[in-house]
């Protein structure tokens, strides 16, 4: 019979593990979508997404290309997660 210290050492990682496969999906994969919508959205009209590449040109950081970069290693990290059953 297991002891009361492995029932809580078990329910404490069982815990730890759900709550982490929920903030994976929250945070990475569906924040990863809408980043990826809006993304989508703003490509798809060329006027929208000349003014704002023009604004994210003019940033010393967050240029376009950036931007861009930072957007494909999201949905990258995403794909990665999802093919690891997350």
């Given at each position: 019979?297991?002891?009361?210290?492995?029932?809580?050492?078990?329910?404490?990682?069982k815990s730890q593990v759900t709550y982490i496969e929920g903030e994976l999906s929250?945070?990475?994969?569906?924040?990863?979508?809408?980043?990826?919508?809006?993304v989508e959205a703003i490509v798809a009209d060329q006027?929208?997404?000349?003014?704002?590449?023009?604004?994210?040109?003019?940033?010393?950081?967050?240029?376009?290309?950036?931007?861009?970069?930072?957007?494909?290693?999201?949905?990258?990290?995403?794909?990665?997660?999802?093919?690891?059953?997350?």
């Amino acid at each position: 019979m297991a002891t009361q210290q492995a029932w809580d050492d078990f329910s404490a990682v069982k815990s730890q593990v759900t709550y982490i496969e929920g903030e994976l999906s929250v945070c990475i994969k569906d924040a990863a979508h809408k980043l990826q919508v809006l993304v989508e959205a703003i490509v798809a009209d060329q006027a929208r997404a000349a003014a704002v590449a023009a604004l994210a040109d003019q940033h010393p950081t967050h240029t376009t290309a950036y931007l861009l970069d930072k957007y494909a290693k999201i949905l990258a990290v995403r794909d990665a997660l999802v093919g690891q059953g997350f």
